[in-house]
């Protein structure tokens, strides 16, 4: 039951209910995603299920890629649709050149203050279900990557635009911040992530019908060797194996073998001059060949 879906995640739900939703359908004990999206927002969720939850960490390097309107003319709680409006203002008539100036500050690195409602942990607890207590406690600002926004349409208050970005982004805070720098307040009315490195919400199922990524489609960037029975074993049994006149560019190798069209484990690539000792480092499959 070691698999990978892609899956659209519809609006209205969490995507905990999205995984759980998976879970029964697929009828596995075990499943987890690589990354939240809020309940308002849609589109793809990479959901994993039985030993390759412990590959999350690998789909968390990928950068994602999302379609967002951002709503200038007020602040809300939540810094979205679903919040309480708590302060309005009047919209200036901003050109497209100022508002991409404003844009701009935003890309590359930089440090982000997380929605006062969100999922993030603060002394193991959770951001909503302190603010909406009315305890009011101050996130800190995280570094985070944004490579670039481009605006896709204006059409005020509304801006549409499209975000790359890095694990750990708030779409939401953007919006926020832009609002507080053209002094007109500003929140997400509509967000959906399309993209998550090499996997587009194109090529998602609904949650009515999770069909498994092929293994060989799993973490494609990442080099695949096909090794036979008696290395493969090896390798199972958590050693490490050298390959000799094996010349390899990553990092970390997929490990595959020629009977059993599975992904097997996961290893670190030590490089030789005359070929590559290979370290498991995540090993999926546990049992007989």
Known sequence: ??????????????????????????SVKKAGHTGTLDPFATGLLIVCTGNFTRLADYFHRYL?????????????DSDDITGEVIEEFEIPSF????IKKALKKFEGEIFQKPPH?????????????????????EPNPVKVFIKK??????????IEVEITCGTGTYIRS??????????CGGYVSFLRRTGIGPYSVERANNLEN????????????IEAVVLDMEKTKRILAGNEIFLAKYQSDTDYIRVFSSFFNQLLALCKVEKKNDGVII????????GEL
């Not at 879906?5 to 697929?26: C, H, M, N, Q, W």
């Not at 050109?95 to 100022?98: F, H, I, K, N, W």
């Not at 409602?117 to 406690?137: D, Q, V």
């Not at 370290?279 to 546990?286: A, I, N, S, Y």
């Open 64 to 76: 994602k890629t999302y379609r967002a309107i951002f709503t200038l003319g007020q602040f809300r």
């Open 117 to 137: 409602i969100s999922a993030k942990r603060i002394n193991g607890k959770r951001l909503y279900r302190e603010n909406r207590n009315e305890r009011k406690i």
């Open 149 to 158: 926004i481009e605006i896709v349409s204006i059409n005020l208050p509304d």
């Open 210 to 221: 999770p069909v498994p990524l092929s293994h060989i489609d799993i973490l494609p960037d």
């Open 174 to 183: 953007i919006a926020r911040d832009l609002g507080k720098n053209l002094n």
């Open 279 to 286: 370290k498991p480092e995540k090993v999926f499959f546990r």
């Open 95 to 98: 050109s497209e050149e100022e």
């Open 1 to 26: 039951m070691n698999n990978v879906y892609l899956i659209d995640k519809p609006e209205g739900i969490t995507s905990f209910d999205a995984v759980k939703e998976v879970r029964k359908k697929l």
